[in-house]
């Protein structure tokens, strides 16, 4: 896979996206990753009679792929995600498709870090274009590519 963008490479206003349809696979598989087995996540009869009249998707699993998307776009650049502040509009269904949109709206280098740090606004609609989720996040990006190396002999005696 190509390396994402640099930190010198980013400009303040650049936007990326991504897109992910939501399965079932995805709801089940969250309940057991996250623990949470919450019946508007797992239990249809449950979640029929609730004001969704279906189940929905974890807000966690939103934001998660809601950050594929920054992963994607700096992979092998993203050195730490820093933070997340998020406000969930909507729900998602099994189904739907989840948009997030990303806009680099500052960026601040730091030396120390080999790099800086990039603030971003955040918003996900589903395909009928309703906002589901909108927000805020940080990362700190590289200024240069990731480049794996192997373990020498004394950090692979320590494992």
Known sequence: MKSGKTFEEIQDGERFSGAMTVTESHVVLAAGIFGDLAPL???E???EKTRFRTRIAHGT????IMAGVLSSYFYG???GYLEQYVRFLAPVNIGDTVFS?????ERLPKRKLGGGIVSFKITCRIQDGTPVLEGTAKA???SQPYEPTAPSSTQASMR
């Open 45 to 47: 009869v449950f979640a």
């Open 41 to 43: 996540h797992v239990n």
């Open 61 to 64: 699993l939103t934001t998660g």
């Open 77 to 79: 650049t993203a050195i």
């Open 140 to 142: 700190v990006i590289s």
């Open 101 to 105: 949109e990303w806009e680099v709206v």
